[in-house]
């Protein structure tokens, strides 16, 4: 009898265990069926945004050139909206001005960064050296003005001929904000370059430099410029740093000493209260936006063209 007892509660509890499994695995298997939806969803919602964003600025761009004339716009010489001028060129240029003396100041700062990091550094360091460098992009980027309105335009002016806002201490400024960007993405390019390569330079009697300079840069070329080009659209899009330091004087010129009015800058400017909601002006500033994310696109843009076709795959 006991013995009995004993073999049906064995039966029960491996029953039990057999239908547990089975709500285990089928539990499993409704996880798995709703995960791919939920991961959908998630890259669906970068999308929508994206699409969002692009579908407003294009509305309101719309309304803005149905008063003003798009060649007018894009070829005009003078911008003061206030005014009833709508040449978009000063913004334009003052922009380019901006990027070019930021990308000649964080290009040869940030290579060289990270080719010491990849090639010249210790673990112990690079784990120092890095996240020390990488505390640049953390720095919010109002504070980043102030210091090119109160420290560095008064430094530039013992050597230059500046007035107070100026194109010069922004560029080099927003250059300092984007050298982590160039120096980690580079420094992550030129790890993923196999030590095959290095060591066989070496043993060949190559210096450690001449390894870095004409075996690794050319064999990370695609990581090192695609980082360059994101910092570049990083450099476009860049508000405060240009809204403090740079001034708000539009202007068709390339001379870094004066002051200089960008595509962002003005965003700030026009998105204040003295603006008329539904006025030309408040369309304005759509227009301008489209401008800014049409160039901030093309820089995307490039980055992927230029990874895809110089990648290197060992």
């Known amino acids: 009898m006991g013995k009995a007892l004993q073999t049906e509660e064995k039966n029960i509890n491996v029953q039990q265990l057999i239908q547990q499994k089975k709500q285990k695995r089928n539990m499993s298997q409704t996880i798995e069926k709703i995960i791919p939806f939920l991961l959908l969803a998630c890259a669906a919602v970068s999308v929508l945004t994206t699409v969002g964003i692009l579908f407003t600025l294009l509305r309101e761009s719309i309304t803005f050139f149905t008063d003003v004339n798009i060649f007018d716009f894009y070829t005009g010489t003078k911008w003061s909206p206030w005014s009833n001028h709508f040449g978009v060129l000063p913004l334009i240029t003052g922009t380019l001005l901006i990027t070019v003396i930021a990308i000649l100041v964080a290009v040869p700062l940030g290579l060289m960064s990270a080719i010491f990091l990849s090639e010249y550094a210790s673990d112990r360091v690079r784990r120092i050296v890095k996240p020390t460098l990488e505390v640049l992009a953390g720095i919010p980027t109002v504070v980043y003005g102030y210091f090119a309105l109160t420290f560095v335009t008064p430094v530039l002016q013992n050597f230059f001929d500046l007035v107070i806002f100026n194109a010069l201490s922004a560029g080099i400024v927003v250059g300092i904000m984007i050298i982590p960007m160039i120096a980690s993405l580079s420094e992550d390019a030129m790890n993923a370059v196999p030590n095959s390569l290095r060591e066989g330079a070496l043993a060949m009697g190559a210096t ?48 870094p000493t004066r002051s200089i009015e960008t595509l962002t800058a003005f965003i700030v400017q026009g998105a204040t209260g003295d603006t008329t909601f539904g006025s030309t002006i408040y369309y304005s500033i759509y227009a301008v936006g489209v401008t800014l994310f049409v160039f901030t696109l093309g820089m995307n843009l490039l980055s992927q063209w230029v990874s895809r076709k110089f990648k290197e795959d060992y």
């Open 208 to 255: 450690r430099f001449e390894v870095a300079v004409k075996v690794v840069l050319p064999a990370a070329f695609s990581g090192i410029v695609a980082s360059i080009v994101l910092a570049i659209s990083r450099a476009i899009g860049e508000t405060m740093i240009v809204t403090i330091a740079a001034g708000a004087s539009p202007a068709l010129t390339f001379d």
